[in-house]
């Protein structure tokens, strides 16, 4: 027979070597990606609802000499589970705040915070400390967090939370509704804005439940005196569907795609938005 056991096994045994030496050699050279200058920001523009653009927010990528651009969905996991996430995230906040200096005043950075960043002791603190160095007023960051930080410690979270809410730094709830999702976060949590994952996002116009979905959210969202930016906005169609049912942000590649910080000075020139 051609597919027999064990010419199968060799080749699965063959591939999966392969994959796991490269995820080494990743895991290996994460650890030295900080100190040699391998990290750089991607700013994604966060467009109001009358068009006008209201910040961006900072995406990490890591330059590996060998590998090329690797995206964060795969390196950040490892530099989790290494404990290399906390100095990493300090490095992205610092950095994307002293970015935010050099825009226009009325612009915010959205900074996505790891679970691991956040249960780290001093986190308060650390971010009063790069707001003053870099002298960002704290009412232009917003902090992106998801559900999977208010599984644990719940009271100490909600400390946290609150210590950042009179700090004046905003909070986003980040891709809402991809998890877990309990209602209990939203009662208890000081969110000023809840961002619908562009899972729910890319069916909008033909899926008839990612539609309702979508309205509830938004809805619950507006009554609860919170904002609602949707992310992943691929298209004309999607953006208009969004834009009746008054959602107060759209993030996505029709809108503008991540780009170095160095391109946001013209961005914001030719931006037929504002
Ligand atoms: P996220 O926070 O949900 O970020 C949105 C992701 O969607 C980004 O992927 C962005 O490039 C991508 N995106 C933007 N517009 C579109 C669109 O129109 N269509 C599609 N299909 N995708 C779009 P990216 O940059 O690969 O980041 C992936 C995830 O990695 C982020 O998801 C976030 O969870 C995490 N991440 C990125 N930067 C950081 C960081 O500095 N710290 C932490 N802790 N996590 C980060
Ligand atoms: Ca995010
Ligand atoms: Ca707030
Ligand atoms: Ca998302």
Not at 129 to 157: K, M, Q, W, Y
Not at 238 to 253: F, I, T, V
Request: glycine share 8%; net charge negative.
């Amino acid at each position: 027979a051609k597919n027999d056991g064990r010419g199968r096994a060799r080749t699965f045994n063959r591939s999966m070597l392969v994959m796991l030496e490269q995820r080494e050699m990743l895991r290996r050279s994460l650890r030295v990606a900080l100190q040699e200058k391998q990290f750089f920001i991607e700013y994604q523009p966060l467009v109001g609802l009358s068009r006008g653009i209201v910040g961006f927010e900072a995406l990490l990528r890591w330059h590996h000499p060998y590998a090329g651009v690797i995206p964060p969905a795969l390196f950040i996991p490892m530099a989790e589970a290494d404990g290399l996430m906390g100095k990493i995230g300090e490095w992205v906040l610092e950095q994307a705040c002293r970015e935010a200096t050099t825009w226009p005043p009325h612009l915010i950075v959205a900074v996505n915070l790891s679970p691991v960043e956040f249960l780290r002791n001093g986190l308060t603190d650390r971010i009063a400390g790069i707001l003053d160095a870099v002298g960002l007023p704290a009412d232009r960051l917003e902090l992106e967090i998801t559900e999977s930080v208010l599984l644990e410690r719940t009271t100490d979270n909600l400390d946290v939370l609150n210590t950042l809410e009179v700090l004046g730094i905003r909070i986003a709830l980040d891709d809402f509704g991809t998890h877990y999702s309990s209602l209990t976060y939203l009662k208890n949590f000081p969110f000023d804005t809840i961002k619908i994952d562009k899972y729910f996002i890319k069916d909008i116009q033909t899926n008839r439940k990612c539609q309702i979905i979508v309205q509830f959210i938004i809805e619950l969202a507006h009554g609860l005196g919170m904002f609602v930016t949707a992310e992943g906005v691929e298209n004309a169609g999607e953006a208009s569907w969004l834009e009746r049912k008054k959602c107060d942000r759209l993030q996505g590649y029709l809108l503008g795609a991540p780009m170095p910080a160095e391109a946001i000075r013209d961005f914001l020139r030719q931006s037929s938005f504002v």
